[in-house]
């Protein structure tokens, strides 16, 4: 079973001859490494490379428990031996974890990036509509204020006309009651006018002060 596993990675890496375990897990571990899925930007490649790193990582876990069989399974004197061997060989297992946690870390931090990316992008709309419904309160409150002072402009100009319509008839009135000279009437009725005028602005500065 042994000897088919170690057959199968050395087809697929594409070696040949004698080679040590630590140096077929090194160029196994390489190859993994190598056809990782993120290394690849291409969708169509991509697909490809996650078939062949399935493929390879298999091969990576199978070899591994086979090494760890072996170990378990010598003898203490050839496990003397062969340990320089299985030090480098629990290394290059090191290696290829660090690898693996620095790409989920890699992976892990562009995923975060992209959502800082979206929240500023947010943001900055979230600021602009506000700033934008702002504006329009703004410009609502400016056309209401307009809007007003064109209706007291217009309802001052009306009250004045009339006020002065009405002037003009209790003018009359009071000359045909009392025969009284014109010029006197008129006098004295934009006097009273002016004094009634005054009142109004003088209780309007005080309310608004």
């Known amino acids: 079973m042994s000897e088919d596993l170690i057959k199968k990675i050395k087809e697929t890496l594409g070696v040949s001859g004698n080679i040590t375990d630590a140096q077929l897990l090194e160029k196994l571990r390489k190859a993994r490494s190598n056809s990782h899925p993120d290394n690849f930007h291409m969708a169509d490649i991509q697909s490809v490379k996650e078939e062949e790193f399935k493929t390879l990582n298999g091969l990576y876990e199978s070899f591994q428990k086979y090494i760890e069989k072996k170990k378990a399974e010598m003898l203490p004197a050839r496990y003397e031996e062969e340990e320089l061997s299985f030090d480098l060989i629990q290394k290059i297992s090191e290696i290829s974890s660090l690898q693996d946690e620095k790409r989920e870390l890699i992976k892990t931090n562009k995923e975060i990036q992209s959502e800082l990316t979206l929240c500023r992008k947010q943001l900055e709309q979230a600021k602009k509509e506000e700033n934008t419904q702002t504006k329009n309160d703004i410009n609502i409150s400016l056309k209401n204020i307009y809007k ?30 009392f025969g009284i000279d014109n010029f006197l009437i008129t006098n004295a009725l934009w006097v009273c006018f002016i004094i009634s005028l005054l009142g109004v602005i003088y209780k309007s500065i005080l309310k608004y002060r």
């Not at 209706?151 to 004045?160: D, K, N, P």
């Open 148 to 177: 007003a002072k064109k209706e007291i402009s217009f309802t001052v100009a009306s009250l004045l006309i009339l006020i002065l319509t009405q002037l003009q008839t209790i003018k009359s009135e009071l000359i045909t009651l």
